[in-house]
């Protein structure tokens, strides 16, 4: 038995048979390994010159805030893969007061088998809701993406009219316009929906950490129950 079983059995709470899954390197771990080999590949497209064409062609601004918003969600992904982690550690030891393994303790501790079921369904709540706010931000991006499409038609039809098709000087105006509404239209497009997809593979990455916290908290509170 390690140090850490001997602190958990002193202190009334039995490991659970989730205890030995290790979460060490665990979900911080995984988001960086992704998030590194996302970085890589953003960067190899701005070699190409292919992320400057994205902005550059945007004369709306639409694609920075896309970026902002991005940034804002990519900074929540590692605050909650730190906070879970740091429930992990307060699962294996002593649970700091306001932490979620430390409520949920409280919650289940000497409680009939319904207050348990409550108490389990608002720690899936409350942990659950703790993530929202990234899969907001990644559905906002596409939804940003698809604002940007209606944009760039707008300013490439307004383009064009029956006079400048017929008045070969103003055709290559005409020609002009269609080209950077369309390139706002494409390029917001793709990059909300790229800058959405890498958020969403980080919150399916914290929801899978998330599920098995949740899962060694309850069957600890019901072994425990069981004693």
């Given at each position: 038995m390690t140090f850490i079983d001997?602190?958990?059995s002193s202190m009334g709470w039995p490991m659970?048979?989730?205890?030995?899954?290790?979460?060490?390197?665990g979900v911080m771990f995984r988001l960086s390994l992704f998030n590194l080999g996302a970085l890589a590949a953003l960067g190899?497209?701005?070699g190409e010159g292919w992320a400057q064409a994205v902005f550059s062609a945007d004369t709306t601004g639409l694609t920075s805030v896309i970026t902002a918003l991005f940034a804002v969600g990519?900074?929540?992904?590692?605050?909650r893969a730190h906070r879970l982690g740091a429930e992990n550690r307060a699962r294996e030891g002593l649970a700091p007061s306001g932490s979620w393994v430390a409520e949920h303790r409280a919650a289940t501790q000497a409680r009939s088998a319904p207050a348990r079921a409550?108490?389990?369904?608002?720690?899936?709540?409350r942990v659950a809701g703790s993530l929202q706010p990234i899969r907001q931000i990644a559905g906002s991006?596409?939804?940003?993406?698809?604002?940007?499409?209606?944009?760039?038609?707008?300013?490439?039809?307004?383009?064009?009219?029956?006079g400048?098709?017929?008045?070969?000087?103003?055709?290559?105006?005409m020609v002009t316009r269609l080209i950077e509404g369309m390139s706002v239209a494409l390029y917001t497009t793709l990059e909300g929906s790229v800058l959405s997809l890498w958020l969403t593979?980080?919150?399916?990455?914290?929801?899978?950490?998330?599920?098995?916290?949740?899962?060694a908290l309850v069957e600890e509170g019901e072994a425990h129950a069981r004693d």
């Open positions: 001997n602190a958990t659970s048979p989730t205890r030995h899954r290790s979460f060490r390197g190899a497209a701005f990519l900074l929540l992904s590692f605050l409550i108490a389990a369904n608002a720690l899936r709540a991006l596409v939804l940003l993406g698809l604002i940007g499409t209606v944009l760039g038609f707008i300013m490439a039809l307004s383009g064009v009219s029956a400048m098709a017929t008045d070969a000087g103003q055709v290559g105006e593979v980080n919150h399916q990455i914290l929801s899978s950490a998330a599920s098995a916290l949740v899962l």
